[in-house]
Nanobody, 125 residues
Framework: QAQLVESGGGLVSPGESLRMSCTASGFTLEYHAVTWFRQAPGTERGAVSCLSKTDDTTYYTDSVKGRFTMSRDNAKNTVYLQIDSLKPEDTATYYC??????????????????WGKGTLVTVSP
């Protein structure tokens, strides 16, 4: 069955960096666009960024531009989200998701078929 598993979250201090992984099984992630979402405590889940099949990145919130970087390792069937200069407001559960398409949605609202269960990032002094 098609599955996604996130890893790499944890408790970090402001200003530190973190890299999270999204690893697929049951299908080849190389042929899909991958979107990262996050849900902070007490807020609705929202799209953060998307990496297309051709490795073009779409950012869905200005607050992450310049700090969030997505990349692929096709040999590992994995997509990464690198977060630099972490801020307390980055605290959230981070999810990766895909659908059948190989390009990114314009606004991050497109239906996703496969979701991971999330990895928690806590940024605290």
């Amino acid at each position: 069955q098609a599955q996604l598993v996130e890893s790499g979250g944890g408790l970090v201090s402001p200003g530190e960096s973190l890299r999270m992984s999204c690893t697929a099984s049951g299908f080849t992630l190389e042929y899909h666009a991958v979107t990262w979402f996050r849900q902070a405590p007490g807020t609705e889940r929202g799209a953060v960024s998307c990496l297309s099949k051709t490795d073009d990145t779409t950012y869905y919130t200005d607050s992450v531009k310049g700090r969030f970087t997505m990349s692929r390792d096709n040999a590992k069937n994995t997509v990464y989200l690198q977060i630099d200069s972490l801020k307390p407001e980055d605290t959230a559960t981070y999810y990766c998701a895909t659908d059948l398409l190989d390009y990114c949605d314009e606004d991050g609202s497109r239906y996703m078929d496969v979701w991971g269960k999330g990895t928690l990032v806590t940024v605290s002094p």
